[in-house]
């Protein structure tokens, strides 16, 4: 008689190291948007993602390496989700550019360029991609408003309108500035509409 190996439920190594790898970089960015730098820890972040911090520094050899990469990440899947945004009107995309600055990733992203500005070993690897999703997120922006940037002023428009979006994202930080900023969210489409036709 042979040997029966039992049947397993289990996921491949390679499946469950991707959803590891996933569930750390998540939590990376609450544990950024809610505890900031200095409470974000590889500790704090592993248990948040129920994974030893042995698992956790596999995956990511250093803090900065976690962080980073987790911003990232989380940039990526907006990116993803604005290009397949359905164009219903620049009000809309200006919205929706808005919402990238006012949630947990900008959040997130904040407390990662504040980190790197008293960082040396962090500096570099942020702002380096503080300008990769810079470009992207212009890129993007570009595409979904339809702005032909042959046009004179078109790129400082659309450039004009993402820094404005920061700015309501940094007014957001403190307190919850929902109703204005949808007075000057309606403007912006406005004035973009103008602009840009």
Known sequence: MGV?????DRTPKQDRSRATRRRLLEAA???????????ST?????????V?????QHHFPTRE??????????????????????????????????DLYTGPLFRAALQLWVAASNEASLHPRVSELEARVGRETHRIAVELLKADESRPGTRETVQGLLDMARGLGLANVLTDDTVRRQRVVAQWAALLDDALD
């Open 4 to 8: 029966v190996t039992p049947p397993t």
């Open 29 to 39: 960015v609450a544990c950024l948007a809610e505890h900031g730098w200095a409470g």
């Open 42 to 50: 590889v500790s704090v972040v592993a248990e948040r993602a129920g």
């Open 52 to 56: 030893s911090r042995g698992a956790a």
């Open 65 to 98: 390496d976690l962080f980073t990469a987790a911003v990232e990440y989380v940039a990526e899947e907006r990116s993803a989700a604005l290009r397949t945004l359905p164009v219903q009107g620049r009000a809309a995309v200006v919205a929706a550019l808005v």
